[in-house]
């Protein structure tokens, strides 16, 4: 009797979805009345489509989420186009996925998960939308990128984001008056964690200026050509501290840096005090 009892446990299925429709599973959310992308019995392969809305038991669901997981290591998906009802991207959502190479985001993303893309390889470009707000912690981590645009919308980077990016060249903080906190969770903050192992050629800084971004980040700017101060460098003090930032940063440290820009229609000559003369 007890090696039936084993046998059957055994050759039972255990479902992680509540349902499926059109072969991607699903959660149900009774709360929100709503439901959530998860992973069935199959993994995704090729190209996946989500849509912005599904019918289960007779009631109309949207979807808002991706789940913590749901794509996990789906190493055959190649591209998923996410509707605007996706609102959140949950922690490891498409980690290991190293063959996507195209998402389309939801214009109305606010939040993106812990570890979401690491290992994405094939990823060479993602648009991330004005709605998001925040990015977790090695959430792009050993990915393909070539370049990156954060919008202006966002506030928080958690730590390691972009490390290990290691073809990442050219960096985008939009203009915005809000101050970005770096490192949220566990590790630290500054360039020199949330951009790791990464040696960028152009830099555009849209933020005001705080001492932790620049200070000490010298492998960061080991290779860097070219850096863009935005609209938000106003003030002389905004300059001076910009100043002592980056002398820090680059004195006696790179040869690179070729060129400083500012966006700014009252910018303050900062190239002889930071940089010897190198601009």
């Given at each position: 009797?007890?090696?039936?009892?084993?046998?059957?446990?055994?050759?039972?299925?255990?479902?992680?979805?509540?349902?499926?429709?059109?072969?991607?599973?699903?959660?149900?959310?009774?709360?929100?009345?709503?439901?959530?992308?998860t992973f069935g019995d199959e993994k995704y392969s090729g190209e996946v489509v989500i849509p912005s809305s599904i019918t289960y038991n007779g009631r109309q669901l949207d979807i808002k989420s991706i789940g913590y997981k749901a794509f996990y290591q789906c190493t055959e998906?190649?591209?998923?186009?996410?509707?605007?009802s996706i609102v959140t991207i949950s922690d490891e959502a498409f980690r290991g996925c190293e063959t996507l190479d195209s998402i389309k985001m939801s214009d109305y993303i606010e939040e993106i998960g812990e570890e979401v893309f690491v290992d994405c390889r094939s990823m060479r470009s993602i648009n991330l939308p004005n709605s998001?707000?925040?990015?977790?912690?090695?959430?792009?981590?050993?990915?393909?990128?070539?370049?990156?645009?954060?919008?202006?919308?966002?506030?928080?980077?958690?730590?390691?984001?972009?490390?290990?990016?290691?073809?990442?060249?050219?960096?985008?903080?939009e203009d915005s008056n809000e101050i970005v906190i770096f490192g949220t969770g566990t590790l630290g903050g500054g360039f020199s964690n949330i951009f790791?192992?990464?040696?960028?050629?152009?830099?555009?800084?849209?933020?005001?200026?705080?001492?932790?971004?620049?200070?000490?980040?010298?492998?960061?700017a080991s290779s860097m050509v070219t850096l863009t101060i935005g609209n938000y460098m106003k003030e002389q003090e905004d300059f001076e501290r910009l100043s002592?930032?980056?002398?820090?940063?680059?004195?006696?440290?790179?040869?690179?840096?070729?060129?400083v820009y500012s966006t700014s229609e009252n910018p303050m000559d900062i190239s002889e005090w930071c940089f010897h003369n190198k601009v």
């Amino acid at each position: 009797a007890l090696l039936f009892v084993l046998t059957m446990f055994t050759n039972l299925k255990v479902f992680s979805y509540d349902f499926k429709v059109n072969e991607i599973y699903y959660n149900y959310n009774p709360s929100e009345q709503t439901a959530i992308v998860t992973f069935g019995d199959e993994k995704y392969s090729g190209e996946v489509v989500i849509p912005s809305s599904i019918t289960y038991n007779g009631r109309q669901l949207d979807i808002k989420s991706i789940g913590y997981k749901a794509f996990y290591q789906c190493t055959e998906l190649r591209s998923v186009y996410l509707p605007n009802s996706i609102v959140t991207i949950s922690d490891e959502a498409f980690r290991g996925c190293e063959t996507l190479d195209s998402i389309k985001m939801s214009d109305y993303i606010e939040e993106i998960g812990e570890e979401v893309f690491v290992d994405c390889r094939s990823m060479r470009s993602i648009n991330l939308p004005n709605s998001l707000r925040s990015i977790g912690m090695y959430a792009f981590s050993n990915t393909g990128l070539k370049s990156i645009r954060i919008p202006k919308s966002v506030i928080s980077i958690g730590g390691a984001a972009y490390a290990g990016c290691t073809d990442l060249k050219t960096i985008v903080f939009e203009d915005s008056n809000e101050i970005v906190i770096f490192g949220t969770g566990t590790l630290g903050g500054g360039f020199s964690n949330i951009f790791s192992n990464v040696k960028p050629e152009a830099l555009y800084w849209g933020r005001p200026i705080q001492d932790i971004y620049f200070s000490g980040d010298y492998e960061f700017a080991s290779s860097m050509v070219t850096l863009t101060i935005g609209n938000y460098m106003k003030e002389q003090e905004d300059f001076e501290r910009l100043s002592e930032n980056l002398r820090g940063m680059y004195i006696d440290r790179t040869e690179t840096i070729k060129t400083v820009y500012s966006t700014s229609e009252n910018p303050m000559d900062i190239s002889e005090w930071c940089f010897h003369n190198k601009v």
